[in-house]
């Protein structure tokens, strides 16, 4: 009888080690490490995926046949873009977000709108009972959904057999266990040993699985980092819990772009498409404002406006505070630098806050002219017109530089009526300016920016 197998692992990054130690080297988190075992005494023999073993021979690259995967499209066309066209065949995903963000509701609700499709939704945390009240307040219904609450790998794979789903639902990793691990459910080994099963069963019967994953304190996937490389697709959901905006971003896609996005609004009876985000990332004021300014980002191939929002104040109590929300603060510190030098704009002795409207978190450098914009606005106490938006990204000499896509940001400003779009001079060559809907302005640097906005 073979002796049973054990190891310490790290509970917060999956880091393994043969005995105890009180740091981890791979996160520097303190007494995280727990003993698990990894392989029993006895070997069952329970039924599980784990016996299918993968058949032939290899191939030379110039003998496979590549064909385009075959996609079950959805009603919802936010998760088909950022599924990179739809849910893949044998496709493994995992969505993970915050608790309470919605990641159950969005999963039941497609579960419910794949029309013909069998779908098999396994839960290991809510009763029948819990999951179908949360069905009844949604306006999708759907008589090919089947809900199974169950924690044990092999009595699931037992239920598929003779159930034979399309799609299947897993709510949520952390809650299965495997008969081949001995501890217990969430730890790392049996969040690990229960991806590799549903792995190898997507694979081998073409079914496509979601999973539902938590995430820590500091908002990674709960569970070894190795999960994230064992999946095809990773789904983040997030928001704010106390908005009712909800964004589904692509962290990982085998077979899409992996800078994707899906915006979703919380509703008593589901989750709702948000089919121009643009509309409601700008807010609507009776009164203009100094300090706010409509920027152009890209996410994926889907262009945006954004609401810029900044506040320029004489710092009256010590060293002036620099604070951004959705924005990175060191981008901020870097344009506040290039006013003073490049401008001449007094701001080291300013508190400056800057938000960007509608809890995006902005990595575009197409934005920063519409970020200078505001902080000019906000310090000079002059507004600009709400018809006015701004694309191009803003050198450490005061340049105006030219980004990508400019064809979709100024589609996209066509499409909400602005009248006027600053962009770079050098992006100008590509846009026939007499055939575009509004009035399209190059700037090559700020100081003919200034002149132009508040001449």
Partial sequence: MAKAKTAY????????????????????????????????EDKLTSVSWKSISFGGRPKAIAEIIYENEPRIITVDQELNRVLGGGIVQG??????????????????????????????????EESEQQIKMRAERMTSKSDHCYILTETQTASIFKQIEEFKPDVLVVDSI?????????SGAGSVSQVREC???????AKETGIPVFLIGHITKEGSLAGPKVLEHMVDTVLQFEG???????????????FGSTSELGIYE?????????????????????????????????????PLLIEIQSLV????????QR???????????????????????RLGMQDVFLNVAGGLKVEDPAIDLAVVASLVSSYEDRFLPSSVCFAAEVGLGGEVRAVSRIESRVSEAEKLGFEKMYISKYNSKGIDLKRAKIEIVPVAHLDQLFMEIFR
């Fill in 9 to 40: 692992f790290c509970q917060e990054c999956g880091y393994n080690s043969p005995k105890w130690i009180g740091r981890c080297p791979s996160c520097s988190e303190w007494n995280t490490f727990v003993q698990e075992v990894i392989e029993k």
């Fill in 240 to 254: 704010d819990r106390h908005t009712t905006y909800r964004i589904l971003r692509t962290m990982k896609n085998r």
């Fill in 91 to 124: 496709s493994l995903v995992l969505i993970g977000g915050e608790p309470g963000i919605g990641k159950s509701t969005l999963m039941l609700q497609i579960a419910l709108t794949l029309g013909q499709k069998r779908v098999l939704y396994v839960s290991g």
């Fill in 266 to 302: 919380m509703n008593s009876d589901g989750l709702r498409q948000v089919s121009n985000p643009s509309e409601i990332l700008i807010s609507q004021r009776d009164e203009p404002v100094s300090g706010i300014t409509i920027g152009s980002m890209m996410e994926g191939n889907r």
């Fill in 174 to 182: 952390q809650t299965m266990q495997s008969a081949y691990i001995e």
């Fill in 195 to 201: 991806t590799a099963e549903f792995m190898k069963f």
């Fill in 313 to 320: 104040s004489v710092a009256n109590y010590g060293t002036p």
């Fill in 323 to 345: 604070s951004s929300t959705g924005f990175d603060a060191k981008r901020l510190q870097m344009l506040l630098a290039v006013l003073e030098k490049r401008g001449g704009f």
